[in-house]
């Protein structure tokens, strides 16, 4: 393909560029940057952009659609990893930082604390997805692959939850969230509605990869 | 019977010789204080220009023997990171935004089932009978992070009883100032203003209800509720009324602003309890800002020996 041959050459920016909120994370950590609570601080940034790289990850499928950019799915892996990584982050600083391997303590604020229990599960829903992330395991799971990786739009919905659940009252930036979120699987359900679902439930084109 | 009684005393409550043998002195030094800080309020500005509260200093004070001897937060961490929903949603706002707030001239209306008459008094006119002391508090917020706070002011319970309430005044309910030009939260009206906090009579004349003028030795920053706020260390931080302009004695328990805001999250007293949960968090540990791991929570955040037994008979699960 003759649209394909920039890709490689782009991937390692993409790379980096997904990486500067870590970065940006570690100079501040080590110039004091990260303000009085700095546990706290980590703990949001790295939510916030686990949530934020999902949300990248799933506007990939109605871009491509929309604007006719095929390119762009050969990134969405990459940036589907980068959620994972800062989820990842994200949940390490509530168990080492938080809660310092209390397993107790964590079963009980995963079970009774609701926004505690959303993002526990849009969390564990991220992992068979970044297990079966490789080209063996699509090739492996074939059809069953798309099916699997549908579990991305729950895990995003209980992001989204998640962030809502935990604030005050200011629900202002979890909404904003919310209504990108909205609007991502509002574009899926469109496209399904025009006719095109058929590919979709039999996976018989390259778009059923959404 | 059972007869509650405080600790042992600690250490840290036992007056040190020198000013044992000095108390006299001392104390007329920490009066010194309390009128050199009204007076300054007067006379430190040049006349008719407002300003954002200037840093005095609050002079000798006097220590208390109902400070902690936990080690203190930073006045850096002290006056950077805290609520006050009147500058914005962010625990950096309300220094970020501080100088937007003018809090001279300063008065506060005092009014409600009293003897004395209902006025607007000048601050300087409020402060100046009472003695300022030295308080080291922890403060616990309801959002599970604490501080040991060690502030300045003088017993809540000296200024009630100047204004004599009658035996009407059942609670003691508080305005903060309402000022959208200056308060961009008020603006945006992320709660609803004025914030009201309360207080019931016996919890407001409890030896450890404090109102505050300042923090290690100087007067508050705006973003600590400058120029007088109410501290009730074992009730969760939102209770600790900053800006106070009003003061007024009354009959029926005043719904306070987050009780409005989220009635089933937040209660009309708000005592610090780890064995009960905010509906969306655990109230089990807190974080002591500075510390690296989490520690637990006390009943009434360490301070039950003394205020405890007004809530004897009470469901604190319900009256949260």
């Not at chain 1, 799933?58 to 799915?73: D, Y």
Request: charged share 20%.
């Amino acid at each position: 393909m003759a649209t394909a041959s920039w890709i490689p050459r782009v991937k390692p920016f993409v790379f980096l560029a997904c990486l500067i909120p870590a970065l940006l994370l570690g100079w501040d950590a080590f110039t004091g940057g990260l303000g009085v609570n700095p546990i706290e601080d980590i703990t949001h940034r790295t939510g916030d952009w686990a949530l934020r790289f999902l949300l990248v990850t799933l506007a990939v499928t109605p871009l491509r659609r929309l604007a006719g950019w095929n390119g762009l799915v050969r990134f969405r892996r990459m940036v589907g990893l980068f959620a994972f990584f800062y989820a990842v982050l994200h949940f390490s600083t509530y168990l080492v930082f938080d809660h310092f391997f209390d397993l107790l303590l964590i079963i009980d604020d995963v079970a009774e604390r609701k926004y505690v229990t959303a993002g526990f599960v849009g969390f564990v829903l991220m992992i068979p997805l970044a297990v079966t992330s490789t080209q063996g395991w699509i090739r492996r799971l074939g059809r069953r692959w798309t099916a699997l990786h549908r579990l991305v739009y729950a895990s995003a919905v209980a992001g989204v939850v998640h962030f809502l659940w935990l604030v005050k009252i200011d629900i202002g930036e979890p909404l904003i969230y919310a209504v990108i979120l909205a609007l991502l699987l509002g574009a899926r359900l469109a496209h399904r509605y025009r006719g095109h679902g058929g590919a979709v439930r039999t996976g018989a084109t390259g778009a059923a990869r959404s | 019977m059972l007869i509650k009684q405080a600790p042992d005393i600690r250490s840290s409550e036992i007056t040190p010789e020198r000013l044992y043998y000095n108390r006299r002195q001392f104390i007329h030094a920490a009066s010194g204080a309390a009128l050199g800080a009204a007076g300054a309020a007067v006379l430190g500005q040049p006349a008719g220009e407002l300003q954002a509260a200037p840093q005095e200093d609050l002079g000798e004070l006097r220590p208390s023997q109902f400070s902690t001897d936990e080690r203190q937060n930073s006045y850096e961490e002290i006056t950077s990171y805290n609520n006050f929903y009147e500058f914005g949603l962010d625990k950096e706002d309300p220094k970020r935004y501080a100088d937007d707030l003018t809090v001279k001239p300063w008065t506060v209306r005092v009014e409600g089932h009293m003897n004395r008459p209902a006025a607007d008094y000048a601050l300087e006119d409020i402060l100046s009978p009472h003695t300022l002391e030295e308080r080291i508090y922890r403060l616990r917020c309801v959002e599970a992070w604490s501080m040991v706070v060690p502030w300045v002011g003088f017993p809540l319970r000296d200024l009630i009883q100047r204004f004599e309430p009658t035996s009407r005044a059942r609670f003691v309910r508080f305005e903060t100032l309402y000022r959208p030009s200056e308060f961009r939260g008020q603006r945006a009206r992320n709660l609803q203003y004025p914030y009201v906090e309360g207080l019931r009579m016996d919890e407001a004349l409890n030896p450890l209800a404090l109102l505050s003028v300042g923090i290690y030795g100087k007067t508050l920053l705006n973003q600590n509720g400058a120029p007088i706020r109410l501290v009730v260390p074992w009730k969760y931080g939102f209770k600790s009324i900053k800006s106070i302009v009003k003061i007024e004695f009354v009959e029926d328990q005043p719904r306070n602003t987050w009780n409005v805001a989220i009635p089933h999250e937040y209660g009309f007293y708000a005592n610090v309890n780890p064995d009960v949960d905010h509906p969306r968090w655990s109230q089990a540990m807190e974080r002591r800002i500075g510390n690296f791991f989490r520690q637990r929570t006390q009943r009434f955040n360490g301070y039950g020996y003394q205020v405890a037994r007004m809530y004897d008979g009470m469901d604190l699960a319900r009256n949260y």
